[in-house]
């Protein structure tokens, strides 16, 4: 346990919507709480700033591994983030929209609480584009609103792509599209809303079949991975429709992925990442809320979320005294 309790706020999207089975936000709030340090739920929507300070009406939470029964709300104050609470994990799912934006901002102003991820580089970096950053890992990549170039692209591919909106989370509107498909037009269209709106387009990977390796990363350090595989008639490899989780080890394809991303993860204040890669490419770059991390303990046989708070009470240890 760490030497002093700590104050934990997690921002984040309803806490009684959370998976108690899947969500990564929910262990780590239950492994803080175990470790005797206070747990706050704060809503997004009720972050504030008052004379000049940030701040949020919070509720403080009691968890348990009871489903439908997994927290307790207690009572809701008002507190100055800087004064009040040590460290805000910031874990609302995308998109990334207006009230998104101004979430992170107020948490931006926050001098001495410790701020995970750090906001201004969630806002900064689109997860679907961060990846561009490295688009020698990549598979071949466009980002385009123009129909045209979409069909382009596609014949370039030699007649198949995968489409995905940009601002989309857990596969959310992901296409496997291919020449000749009577749909493909509408498809098109609709994913762009009628060329107003970008979307990106990648060369389709076979290796998909075999899965979509999740990668978690603490401080661009690897804490584990887990392989998420189709269903047969998927082509989506996401858990929560239907994808099969299954061991993974990191291997050295992944490890040159991992070196080339850590410094910038590092630099940038991307404390929890997670990176996806199929067939040794990659394909994306999760810094707002990533998931896997009970699915990797179920198959390894280990506890990620300890890892993370052992390093979050390591930062806010008070300096040892000079001799």
Sequence with gaps: MAARSLRMA??????????????????????????????LYVDPADLCVIEGEPAARATGVRLCRERGQHVARHDTRLVILDRDVDVAFQRVDPPVDADYVVASQILDLCRRTLVLNRPTSVVAYNEKLLALHFRDLMPETTVTRRIVDLHAFMDAMGGEMVVKPLDGKGGEGVFHVAKGER?????LEQMTAFESRPVMAQRYLPDIRQGDKRILLLEGEPLGAVLRVPAESEVRANLHVGGRAARADINPADQRIIERLAPRLRRDGLFLVGIDVIGGLLTEVN???????????ALDDTQLQAR????????????????
Excluded: K, W, Y
Excluded at 12 to 23: K, L, Y
Excluded at 183 to 187: R, V
Excluded at 287 to 297: A, H, K, R, W
């Design 183 to 187: 749909n493909l037009s509408s498809i």
């Design 10 to 39: 997690f921002v984040m999207d309803p806490v009684e919507s959370e998976d108690i089975d899947a969500s990564t936000t929910f262990v780590l709030m239950l492994e803080a709480q175990q470790r005797g340090h206070e747990v």
């Design 287 to 297: 810094v707002t809320s990533p998931t896997g991390m009970q699915e990797i303990n």
């Design 308 to 323: 993370v708070i052992d390093r979050v009470e390591e930062l806010l240890r008070p300096p040892a005294p000079s001799a």
